[in-house]
């Protein structure tokens, strides 16, 4: 499993902006090249769910409830990606982790959106 690391979490206020970031320092380059990434996230209580995820050229894809305030993209030779996030919400809040190929898995970042 792949190495992931996930930074950029913090608290804002409802309509504030943040940026995740999700590196995999360990991985070869062309694995996460070939890889889609995503980002997932799992508030108190719930299920965990899929936000945004891109592939390998950039195609993305996000659930309906981000789309036009998140903005998901990669770094592929800083085998990196990020996570936009815009006008946020409180039922934003949650820990958001990154993953390769739905394989790996990062410790996630604590998002908290107040009201």
């Known amino acids: 499993q792949a190495y992931l690391v996930e930074s950029g979490g913090g608290l804002v206020q409802d309509g504030g902006s943040l940026r995740l970031t999700c590196t995999a320092p360990?991985?070869?380059?062309?694995?996460?090249?070939?890889?889609?990434m995503g980002w997932y996230r799992q508030a108190a209580g719930k299920e965990r769910e899929l936000v945004a995820t891109?592939?390998?050229?950039?195609?993305?894809n996000y659930v309906d409830s981000v789309k036009g305030r998140f903005t998901i993209s990669r770094d592929n030779a800083r085998k990196r990606i990020y996570l936009q996030m815009n006008n946020l919400k409180p039922e934003a809040t949650a820990i958001y982790s990154c993953?390769?190929?739905?394989?790996?898995w990062g410790q996630g970042t604590q998002v908290t959106v107040s009201g």
């Open positions: 993953t390769m190929g739905e394989t790996s």
């Open positions: 360990r991985t070869i380059t062309s694995v996460f090249n070939a890889n889609v």
């Open positions: 891109v592939t390998a050229r950039g195609s993305t």
